[in-house]
């Protein structure tokens, strides 16, 4: 008997390096006082400015400069995945108690994730598995050991939440998704 692993759930994990050089300058461009940002909806407190931006069509003010800072790890990502491009992010503040309730992206291409701000007390992002187990129906949930500085690349349909804020300091995230053109994409 063989035993087979007929799926795959590519994930990747790499570093923003020399983040904390331009942290502090880049998140004083993010407008932290606009109302519109905090309504309750889609995570539950915090600071979303996805429905204004991401949601709307309309590119962010810091999204070049995101783009910039993130090159290394995303030029990385597109050598194994070519032809694969970012059109808009959005940035999410975590004060205390905040979270993101299980959800996914659709089946948009890839999501990715860079931790802004997080303090070694707080959780990053939590993953479920797509395949419960087959003798207790359980999903497992695992949290990849991310940190300030890093960002990780996850399958958009992949059910993912971000638990309750528990940092002394808010966490900061700014994310977004990977698409492909219709063309590069091969069935
Ligand atoms: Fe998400």
Redesign the pocket.
């Known amino acids: 008997m063989i035993a087979l692993d007929l799926f795959e759930c590519p994930v990747y994990v790499s570093t923003v390096r020399q983040w904390h050089n331009v942290k502090d300058s880049f998140l004083k461009t993010i407008d932290w006082g606009s109302e519109e940002c905090y309504r309750e909806e889609g995570m539950v407190g915090g600071y979303t400015d996805y429905f204004k931006f991401y949601n709307a069509g309309i590119v962010p003010n810091y999204f070049d400069k995101l783009m910039d800072i993130i090159s290394e790890p995303m030029s990385m990502f597109q050598q194994m995945n070519p032809g694969s491009y970012v059109s808009n992010a959005w940035c999410q503040r975590y004060s205390k108690t905040a979270c993101?309730p299980a959800?996914?992206?659709g089946a948009l291409g890839f999501?990715a994730?860079f931790y802004a701000q997080l303090d070694s007390y707080d959780s990053p992002?939590s993953f479920f598995s797509p395949f419960p187990n087959p003798w207790t129906g359980q999903v497992k949930a695992v949290v990849p050991d991310c940190r300030e500085g890093d960002i990780i690349f996850f399958p958009s349909s992949l059910i993912?939440q971000?638990l309750p804020h528990r940092g002394y300091q808010d966490k900061i995230i700014f994310?977004f998704n990977i698409s492909k053109s219709t063309e590069q994409i091969s069935l």
Do not use: A, I
């Open positions: 993101h959800h996914n992206h999501s994730v992002t993912h971000s994310s």
